[in-house]
Every structure is written in C-alpha cells, then in structure tokens.
C-alpha cells in the first residue's frame, strides 16, 4: 500500500508539471499566429435609431437653355463635360432675317433724324419770321402787297374779321406739334432698333456661370422654335443630394444637420449637410423634398444614385458586430472573413449589414465581439493550416 500512494504521488507531481506546460503552449501559438497575420478584434457598435432614403445626386446649380428665335443652330460650343467660363457663348442660331430687319430699322432712324430736324428748322422760322407778317402772306385785292400788309390786313383786324395774333400762335404752335411728332417718330424707329438688337442677342445663348455642358437637345444645323430646349449647363464643382424624405422622418431634420451619406460610386462614406428642407410636402407620396450639400471633391457625377441615413426613433437600437471591409473576402454567394481558432485561421462565413460611419462593415451573423478577424489575408490562405 505505501508503494502505491508513493506512484499516486508522483504521476500527480508529473501532470501538474506538464499541465501549464500545454497551456503556456497554446497561447503562444495563438500569439504567434496574430503575429503571423495583421488582425484585428471584432468591435461592436450601436446601430439603429436611423433609417436609409435613396436619393439622387443633382448638381448645385443647373438651367436649361432655350430657343428665344426661330432659325437653325450654327454653332455648339462642345458635347456633353465640355467646360465652359461665365460669359462664353455655348450655342447660336443663324440671324440673317433679323439682320435684314435691323438694317430696315437703322434706314427709319436715318429717315427720322432728318425729319425731325426738319421740324425743327420749320418751328425756327416761324418763330423767328412768322408767317402772318410775309408780304406775301395775302394777296390783296389786286392791291400791290405792300398797301395790303400796312392797310388791308389792318382794316381786317379793326372790323374784327381777323386775328394776326392769334394766327401767329396759331402757326408757332402747329410747328411745334410737328416738332414733337417727329421727334416721337425717331423715338419709335431708335425703339424698334433696340428691339431687334436684344433678338440678335437672343440669338446666341451664353454660360450664366462657370459649369460644364451635361445635356444637349440638339445638333448644328437643326432648326428651332422658340422655347424648345437646346441644352443643360450646370455648376458641378459642388454636388447635391435630392430626396423624397417621408413626413416623420422629415421632422427630424433641420438645416444645417450633418447626415451620413453612401454614394453608389465606389460605395464612399461621406457626411452631407441638411441645406434645404422644403416646407410642402408631396399630397400623394405624404414625402417631403431635402437637399443635402455633399463635401467638396466627392467622388461622383450627377444622377448617381445615394443613400442617405438619417435619425428615426421608431428603428429601435441594438447592438452589433463589426470588422474592417479590408477583412471580407467575396468567394461565393456569401462574404466569409478569416478568423484566429486555436493558433490557426479559420474561415467563418458572415452576413454583412450596412457600412458604418468609420469605414467597417457592420456583421448581421457569424462574429462575435472579441474575435480576431485577418485584414488583407493572402490570396492562398487556406482554412486551419
């Protein structure tokens, strides 16, 4: 009996001596195997409270072009992304009838001047040699002119039958009407000329503003209307976000609320400021218009399509799984990352949420928080070896 607790003894000394041996072991593996490999641990975030609108990426400011004459287009400026500087002509139309026109304009005006200066020159004389004191102004009853002047047209005055005060009045004035008809003639041909000169500006269609060509309606040697549309010129160094926001969501935003935003461009997390809210909403689609201001340099062109996250208190918070997008590997159906398991890599299908503010991948199953999850694994790493 003594020899058989004295074995007991030491078989008890012997496993306690190997036990932390194997421990001590396994952590190095694991050690080894972090090191071995960039990992990461697998965070969780609080997610929830917000809700996902598609929108639509618009420029910051557009206009649309369009005919104000009837003619045929004789000049484009470019195609579609053609720059152009405030003040550059992009499209004109053939003016030759309005040009015609204006040379028929410009002979009234001549015509006009010298009528009026005929006017003029009769309301002088009269003014300075009236009429009623010509000699020749009456006959006389085969009197000579002379006797006529001193005699008979004073005789006329005495017995009241004429009036040479009046008459010279008379005739001042009836000058001077015909002074200012014509110069309301000359007014009127100088009016018309304007007139035809704001057509033949018309005729051309400038940039309002430093921008870019994004849409063209028609092509040189089309022939136009007024009012049909030629082109869309817009100002795209600065990009907007449109959307159609549900009335309970758009209570919650105010002007000025910065909002996270994923372009469809490359999957890009931005932050977008509330810039407008629009105070109507849609009576059929119960949504209300918001524009939101992207930072400058966003990777992206109008009309791409955008999600934008903004707060709903009706989406309750939980918490959830996440990992660097660096450490999703796409083989298959289902993404998959690789993960450390007893000193090895073990490969863990996962199902992937919505991209996070900071730039990770929230996971909706397959993690835990406090894994260790490979970034960038090789192309040829291979589960448990």
């Known amino acids: 009996m003594p020899g058989l607790h004295h074995l007991a003894a030491v078989l008890s000394i012997s496993v306690t001596a190997i036990l932390p041996t194997v421990t001590h072991g396994q952590g190095d593996s694991q050690s080894e195997a972090e090191a071995q490999y960039q990992t990461v641990p697998v965070t969780t975030s609080q997610i929830g409270g917000n809700a996902t609108i598609g929108g639509t990426v618009i420029p910051f400011k557009e206009v649309t072009l369009n005919a104000q004459i009837p003619g045929r287009v004789i000049f484009l400026a470019g195609a579609e992304g053609f720059n152009a500087a405030s003040g550059q002509v992009l499209l004109a139309i053939s003016d030759e009838s309005i040009q015609a026109q204006r040379r028929a304009a410009q002979a009234q ?13 009769q309301y002088s004389r009269e003014l300075y040699s009236p009429r009623v004191n010509s000699l020749t102004g009456f006959p006389g009853m085969g009197l000579p002119s002379t006797f006529d002047q001193f005699f008979t047209r004073g005789f006329s005055d005495m017995i009241g039958q004429s009036d040479s005060g009046l008459e010279r009045q008379a005739d001042l004035y009836a000058q001077g009407v015909g002074v200012d008809q014509a110069q309301s003639g000359m007014l009127q041909a100088q009016a018309n000329l304007d007139a035809l000169d704001a057509r033949l500006r018309d005729a051309s269609s400038v940039a309002p503003f430093d921008g870019i060509i994004i849409e063209k309606m028609v092509e040189v040697g089309d022939t136009v209307q007024p009012g049909m549309p030629l082109l869309k010129f817009a100002y795209v160094e600065y990009l907007r976000i449109v959307a159609d926001v549900p009335v309970r969501l758009a209570a919650g935003l105010s002007e000025g609320m910065l909002v996270s935003a994923r372009l469809d461009a490359g999957g890009e997390q931005v932050q977008a400021r509330v810039a407008q809210v629009f105070p109507v909403a849609d009576q059929e689609r119960h949504t209300v218009r918001v524009k939101f201001d992207l930072p400058k340099g966003t990777a992206g062109g109008p009309g791409m399509y955008v999600e934008v996250t903004v707060p709903d208190g ?16 796409w083989r298959g159906s289902l993404p998959s990352v690789f993960i450390i398991v007893d000193g090895k890599p073990s490969l863990r299908l996962v199902r992937v949420g919505y991209p996070l503010p900071d730039g990770r991948i929230s996971v909706v199953s397959g993690l835990n928080g406090g894994e260790m999850v490979i970034v960038n694994p090789p192309a040829n790493l291979v589960s448990g070896e």
Do not use: D, H, K
């Open 109 to 121: 005006i001549t015509q006009a001047e010298a009528g009026f200066r005929n006017a003029q020159m």
């Open 314 to 329: 009706s989406v309750p918070v939980r918490t959830q799984p996440a990992v660097p997008a660096e450490s999703l590997i």
